[in-house]
């Protein structure tokens, strides 16, 4: 089936976020995933992680290079990491990390694609301001005045709450939000303020043909 693309441009900043719909055959990368092995990696992701192939992404990279172009610039799409990935903590056992919104990468050429894997898909990703600074997105040259307005503001208000982010908060602004969707993509570039939207009562499942399921491909767009 063709793709139904839409692009979004958000915030006071115009980041674009590219929303495609029909992405994949999402049956395929299912059941993929119901044969791997899921394991934590590293501190920020709540949940468990397995590698995908990247045999299985290279056909999309192909497709997905006009609108890049268009949206993002010229370049040429490489795969940096490419996992799938299963919500699986209960919101009272989060890290702090992982109650505030992130950026994956500070540089402008890579790029973050977000494919949502579940039939019953309830959850999505939401897009952040820090209020102090009026940041959407966090390139290298903006780190250090970040890091340091976001470490008095969490002096000034606390750590937030158990729970996954949803919505305002003292610190952040949510720009947008974007409802996931069964086999629904999104592509943004990694330094904008994020987080994913994970309601209540979503299934916190470790099996990928119950849970969660997304895949996250980290790209780069090389000259």
């Given amino acids: 089936m063709p793709w139904q693309v839409s692009v979004h441009h958000q915030g006071n900043e115009r980041h674009p976020v590219v929303v495609i719909d029909e992405f994949a055959d999402a049956e395929r990368f299912r059941e993929d995933a119901s044969f791997l092995s899921f394991s934590a990696v590293g501190p920020h992701y709540p949940g468990v992680r397995a590698p995908v192939?990247?045999?299985?992404?290279?056909?999309?990279?192909?497709?997905?290079?006009?609108?890049?172009?268009?949206?993002?610039?010229?370049?040429?799409?490489?795969?940096?990491?490419?996992?799938?990935?299963?919500?699986?903590?209960?919101?009272?056992?989060?890290?702090?990390?992982?109650?505030?919104?992130?950026?994956?990468?500070?540089?402008?050429?890579?790029l973050a694609l977000l494919h949502f894997l579940s039939p019953d898909e309830t959850s999505g990703t939401g897009f952040y301001r820090h209020r102090a600074t009026g940041?959407?997105?966090?390139?290298?040259?903006?780190?250090?005045?970040?890091?340091?307005?976001?470490?008095?503001?969490?002096?000034?208000?606390?750590?937030?709450?158990?729970?996954?982010?949803?919505?305002?908060?003292?610190i952040f602004e949510q720009v947008a939000l974007h409802q996931g969707r069964f086999n629904r993509a999104l592509l943004y570039r990694s330094s904008t303020l994020?987080?994913?939207?994970?309601?209540?009562?979503?299934?916190?499942?470790?099996?990928?043909?119950?849970?969660?399921?997304?895949?996250?491909t980290f790209l780069d767009l090389r000259p």
């Fill in 53 to 110: 192939a990247h045999r299985m992404l290279a056909p999309l990279l192909d497709q997905l290079e006009p609108i890049v172009r268009d949206v993002f610039g010229p370049g040429q799409l490489q795969i940096v990491d490419a996992f799938y990935s299963l919500v699986t903590t209960p919101p009272e056992r989060l890290a702090a990390i992982q109650r505030l919104p992130h950026f994956d990468e500070v540089s402008l050429s890579r």
């Fill in 135 to 170: 940041m959407e997105a966090v390139e290298s040259n903006r780190l250090a005045a970040y890091r340091e307005a976001l470490d008095a503001d969490l002096r000034r208000h606390g750590l937030p709450g158990p729970g996954y982010i949803a919505g305002d908060t003292p």
């Fill in 194 to 216: 994020h987080c994913a939207h994970i309601p209540d009562g979503i299934p916190l499942a470790a099996d990928p043909l119950r849970g969660r399921l997304t895949v996250n």
